[in-house]
């Protein structure tokens, strides 16, 4: 069984910053592409910041030059650095990661942490 955990998530005054881990175990041969969206209630899942296993990032127009997201390979492990918080960055924050295990390809998703951001 693979499953991703988060930690991280909280309660921060707009201007602050939160950081986000999430930690990929079980039966792993390989992790490709990592991912943190965020979700409204209410509103669609929005993808936030993608990393893949090569380095390639991708980010929303909204969190470019505030977010930075990265990994560690050999703790199968992203991080989502979230800087200069606006109170519109509330939501809760999924990460998502395509894993390689045991000859099957598999999209999973953590269970999801809460960031609040006041005003």
């Known amino acids: 069984q693979v499953q991703l955990v988060e930690s991280g998530g909280g309660l921060v005054q707009a201007g602050g910053s939160l950081r986000l881990s999430c930690a990929a175990s079980?039966?792993?041969?390989?992790?490709?592409?990592m991912r943190w969206y965020r979700q409204v209630l209410g509103k669609q899942r929005e993808l936030v910041a993608r990393i893949t296993s090569g380095g390639s990032l991708y980010y929303t127009d909204s969190v470019k030059g505030r977010f930075t997201i990265s990994r560690d390979n050999a703790k199968n492990t992203v991080y989502l650095q979230m800087n200069s918080l606006k109170p519109e960055d509330t939501a809760v924050y999924y990460c998502n990661a395509d894993v390689r295990s045991n000859e099957r390809y598999l999209e999973i998703w953590g269970q999801g942490t809460l960031v609040t951001v006041s005003s």
């Open positions: 079980g039966s792993i041969f390989s992790v490709n592409a």
